[in-house]
């Protein structure tokens, strides 16, 4: 017997990481954002927008190059082990990334942007990457728990769930916009 759609839905949410990765960074977020406040409106957008983008090439450049790392890799350890896993096992749990590696990244991706930009845009590039990535662990989990009728954006699951069957493409979860600029995209 198949769930009810609510309940089904709800299963995007029932992670315990995700409820405390997105209060924490929300407000971190909020922070941010109000500490850059004296930058216009214009700029603190522009930046938002380029740290989502960014975020779409991290994204590709991460699960392409560090996640497929074979296993035996010094640096697997580093995530590719545990996504090797979940290539095996796709539907179990988790299916997000643990607090362990993601909040060490984000703190490094704070970092670095600080260091790129400057403290006044810092905060809302480094929000559009936060954003990227918890649109990333939504979009990924949805992509194994919804039914492809209840999918809002079934070419994209339909995109990763082709990626389990050939890890050699469709390494985008968010955008396929660099599947198709570097020649990974298989339809």
Not at 69 to 85: C, I, T, Y
Not at 150 to 164: I, N, T
Request: charged share 15%; glycine share 6%.
């Amino acid at each position: 017997m198949s769930e009810r759609r609510p309940a089904r839905s709800l299963r995007l949410l029932a992670c315990p990481q995700h409820g405390l990765t997105f209060a924490a960074l929300a407000v971190g977020e909020a922070w941010l954002c109000v500490k850059a406040s004296a930058t216009p409106f214009v700029a603190l957008a522009g930046a938002w927008l380029l740290g989502l983008a960014a975020w779409t090439l991290l994204e590709y450049l991460l699960h392409r190059f560090a996640f497929h790392l074979p296993p035996a890799h010094p640096l697997a350890l580093f995530g590719a082990r545990q996504h090797f896993d979940h290539h095996a096992a796709p539907d179990r749990t988790p299916i997000t990334k643990p607090l362990v590696l993601t909040a060490p990244a984000l703190l490094a991706s704070y970092f670095a942007a600080s260091w790129l930009t400057g403290a006044e845009l810092v905060a809302p590039l480094w929000a559009g990457l936060v954003a990227g990535y918890l649109g990333y662990e939504v979009m990924h989990v949805a992509a194994h728990v919804l039914a492809p009728a209840e999918h809002p954006l079934a070419s994209f699951q339909r995109a990763h769930l082709d990626h389990h069957v050939d890890i050699r493409s469709n390494f985008g979860i968010t955008s396929p916009l660099w599947d198709v600029l570097l020649g990974t995209r298989r339809r």
